[in-house]
């Protein structure tokens, strides 16, 4: 199946830092990208649509200020977790659409905020 | 509002011992369902999609079978390395085709 790289794995900052998660699909070129939130025994929780070359789509609830999404290029997107906390600590993961159907997901990035 | 519901929660099984997964879901109009397996402090891996009631498909010791409410995703004999998450996710007609997720099944088999 399709390739989708996540970095980095895992992330430990201190509180009021920011932290930069990278999602590439390395063998197809995706023009859409999601990003995702798990909490533990939760199912996946979809926070924001990133769409190349035009603004991310956030779901109700998320603070689009907090997450910040960039999309720049067919086989890149970026999730910013801007000023950090240690409620944003969670199990990030994100996916790239090879078609309507069709998504495959990244490894996932552990994020801890001290 | 399209709804996914799996059970059970959590399966234990003996190594060679059959079962079944529910997935139980509400959609205004199916487009897919889609199971995806996780394994702990990964993302998920697309294992079917299944688009009509009457489909059935097999990888190996699991095969999905579909109706107009419900997916079942049968393991046959499993094996320790089939201990994980299993999720199944539905996709309406319509709108943005973004899967509506459950909370999963955690499968562990022992040896």
């Known amino acids: 199946g399709a390739v989708v790289s996540q970095h980095p794995s895992r992330v430990i900052c201190k509180s009021g830092t920011s932290v930069k998660i990278e999602c590439r699909s390395l063998?197809?070129?995706?023009?859409?990208m999601f990003w995702y939130r798990q909490f533990p025994k939760q199912s996946l929780m979809l926070m924001a649509t990133s769409n190349e070359g035009s603004k991310a789509t956030y779901e109700q609830g998320v603070e689009k200020d907090k997450f910040l999404i960039n999309h720049a290029s067919l086989t890149l997107s970026t999730l910013t977790v801007t000023s950090a906390h240690p409620e944003d600590s969670s199990f990030y993961i994100c996916s790239a659409r090879l078609t309507e159907n069709i998504q495959y997901f990244g490894a996932g990035t552990r994020l801890s905020v001290l | 509002e399209d709804q996914v519901t799996q059970s059970p929660e959590a399966l234990r099984l003996q190594e060679g011992e059959s079962s079944s997964l529910n997935c139980s879901y509400t959609v205004s109009g199916l487009r897919g369902l889609f199971w995806y397996r996780q394994d702990p402090g990964k993302g998920p891996e697309f294992l079917f999609t299944?688009?009509?009631a009457g489909e059935e498909k097999e990888k190996e010791r699991l095969k999905a079978t579909l109706t107009k409410k419900e997916s079942f995703l049968h393991i046959t004999a499993p094996k320790p390395e089939d201990s994980a998450t299993y999720l199944c996710?539905?996709?309406?007609?319509?709108?943005?085709?973004?899967?509506?997720f459950g909370r999963g099944t955690s499968l562990i088999v022992h040896p």
């Open positions: 063998d197809f070129q995706a023009t859409t």
């Open positions: 996710a539905v996709q309406a007609r319509g709108g943005s085709y973004i899967p509506t």
């Open positions: 299944l688009y009509s």
